[in-house]
């Protein structure tokens, strides 16, 4: 009985493969049923079979291919990649062109689409680097690492070991920037808000990702300018996001000590109490160790 259903299923797929590579025709001459063959993949039926001869196929021309055994008049159209596609494999008379999203990009099935890759924002890293089919997965950094960057592929850090150089901690390190560290002589012959500096660009991208732009524009109107000038009213209000954002990190890279030591008032000014309080407090804490540093001095001194 077992070898009787052996029999049968290979006499089914026997069938069905003959069956895939024929098809039946009448001829409009004869008025009989034929049974033609089939086109192998790469060409196409440019005229079937009569009872005097068999199926005629032509291959593909460029641009246009057949995948299966098949009996249509027509190759079909490549296809075209879409917007942020690339080809991963070009069309052939037997394959359709295959493409992928572009470096930098995923396919997202929800809108059929090909969408950048989400960036990791400070704090975070990529826990799995984005592919041309999924997104990159971005996870928070351990206490003892760090991230300073908006990035689809950045990793966090492991911060500064200050003891590895015989140096202070002048600023203790957080998720989102490394551990400062200093010299006591370093200490006395710099400002802290010097420290503070090294840090704002990245303080400057959680601004952008926390705040409505009306308050980044209040806040970039606020911001302590040379000589007291205040930046055009009209010009700042027109600014976008990016414009904004260029605006700060051009502020941050002119602006003095003084300058800088008054940004945790004016965050406060806007409403961003929490914000300035952050800043206040890191400045806070940098000129404690150079007051500790003094210290030490005189005692040594003494």
Not at 90 to 107: G, I, M, Q, R, T
Not at 193 to 210: D, G, N, R, S, V
Not at 256 to 271: H, Q, Y
Request: overall charge positive.
């Amino acid at each position: 009985l077992q070898l009787f259903f052996m029999l049968m299923l290979v006499s089914a797929d026997a069938s069905m493969a003959l069956h895939a590579r024929t098809f039946k025709n009448d001829d409009r001459y004869s008025g009989l049923s034929l049974v033609c063959d089939r086109c192998p993949p790469g060409t196409y039926l440019r005229a079937p079979c009569s009872a005097m001869r068999k199926s005629d196929c032509a291959e593909c021309p460029n641009g246009a291919y057949t995948e299966f055994w098949n009996h249509i008049s027509k190759c079909l159209r490549c296809s075209m990649c879409a917007e942020n596609q690339v080809v991963k494999q070009a069309c052939s008379p037997s394959n359709n062109c295959e493409c992928e999203c572009k470096e930098d990009y995923y396919f997202n099935k929800r809108y059929e689409a090909c969408i950048k890759h989400k960036e990791c924002p400070p704090g975070y890293g990529a826990n799995t680097t984005g592919t041309p089919q999924q997104d990159t997965e971005c996870v928070q950094c351990q206490a003892g690492f760090y991230s300073e960057v908006s990035s689809a592929k950045a990793t966090c850090l492991a911060q500064s070991n200050c003891k590895v150089g015989g140096l202070r901690v002048v600023l203790k390190g957080q998720d989102w920037h490394d551990t400062l560290c200093a010299s006591c002589h370093d200490l006395k012959t710099r400002d802290g808000a010097e420290y503070l500096h090294e840090i704002l660009p990245t303080f400057f991208i959680q601004l952008h990702e926390t705040m409505g732009i009306k308050r980044m524009r209040r806040l970039a109107m606020r911001l302590p300018q040379e000589g007291g000038k205040k930046p055009l009213i009209g010009t700042v209000m027109k600014l976008n996001r990016r414009g904004l954002h260029d605006f700060m990190n051009s502020w941050d890279q002119g602006a003095g000590n003084d300058m800088v030591r008054k940004l945790p008032e004016v965050l406060r000014k806007i409403g961003a109490f929490n914000m300035g309080d952050k800043l206040e407090r890191k400045l806070a804490y940098i000129d404690q160790q150079s007051k500790l540093c003094e210290e030490l001095v005189e005692v040594a001194q003494n």
